[in-house]
DNA sequence: TTCGTTATTTATCATTTGATAATTAATTAT
DNA sequence: ATAATTAATTATCAAATGATAAATAACGAA
């Protein structure tokens, strides 16, 4: 029986009352910044970004004016949150993982997959991603377009070539065919919402259940993939 | 060349400028009652939950304490816009669909999740329900279990049937299987939450897009389904 | 037309909230 | 030890926000 993993609350390290500090003052300015900014972090992936200032304060054990010696603003934190969140969790050497035809494609995707979780099956990353997408904000968007032009595109070529279908020079990519490897990616990360969005358990062993969704992704494509093609031109 | 669709924001019929209740006022209160829960829901979807009443005021042509005469606080009308959203978009009809084994499983799967993305595939319905379930709303995780016994578990129920693989009564229900189900369920809807939530064009031919998504699940369970129920005792 | 009912608005309150200024005190240099 | 520096706190501000009370005016009944 496969076991199921409970509250995704639950950060690991950080403890949920933790205004310990509490005659430590004088930090070092840049770890002092550094600690607003991950508290940050969490605690808007907790409440959105209309969390407010003062509540941040007291969960990171300082006063709500010592934010304002760090950040000019609430909205220029934000910013930052942004930032350190999205650019540091996107690894480059994942882009040229998919297009190598040393290993079978069921492998690269399987891979790439479980190596993505490792980085994005997270609490605040999730919870941030989503915030910030209903917000609309403009990273959001850069974001996604690196997963369409390094991820599923190429995930097309690569299944292409693995069922004897044309290139892209002679039979031009479309839409229905990114939707097919949208389908894939939606399945992975709606695993992601279920847990950290609404609360629900999700199974314990996540390298077991990617294996699962490409093996039912590469096999399944497989048998619809063609046809896309053949209405596709004109 | 498959069209995309663009602008999630657009929602049919109310226009954004529209305090054009210019001079009218005392309208029926059940009317007006209506206006203000309608007005709501498209408002909140909007902006979340954190919206002001003085702007959803705005956006009614009415002025802010009028909302307070049909509802006794702010969390009320949440409270109301959530029985709207989800009470209403259930169709118990879909539940008989599922095990209907006078048609091809294939048939039942696409024709279920077509109807269904004609109630949910809807800026508003998307949004209220990620921000409700980013809220940890309640209603939203008793929405989710419907989800699964209504429609997840009788999906495996059937796919086992369709791929000859043994009964719940003789191996029992795991897990692993039904985050299989969840698989197409998360191809589903988060090509909802990319259009709603992240305001990504989606494919124009949603019904196109659905078929090829339940052949690629149908098709590609086959190939895994059998391995989970192996593993599953003990 | 006049009057009574009540839907709606205007005026206002008490908190909350992002932000600033003045004050205090921890740490380092002399 | 003493003074200088500046991290951090305390004390506030102004605007925003949920909510209430009093005043107004639309509509139906007489």
Redesign the pocket.
Known sequence: MVETMDDPLSRAGQSKTKPL?D???????SE?EAQIVEGAIGFFAEHGF??????L?KRL?????????????????IERVYQEIYLQRWNPEWESLIPDRDRPLVDRLTRFYKEYARAVYDFVWVRIFLYSGLKGVDINDRYLAIIKDKILVPVCRELRHDNGLPPMEDVPFNNEELELAWGLHGMFFYRAVRHFAYGLPIAKDIDRVIENDVRVFVTGARAVHGSMLERADR
Chains 1, 2 share one sequence.
């Open positions: 500090a005659k430590r003052r004088r930090m070092n300015p002092r209309e969390g407010k200032t003062r509540d304060a054990g300082i006063t709500q004016p010592l934010l304002y010696r760090y950040f000019p603003s609430k909205e220029s934190l």
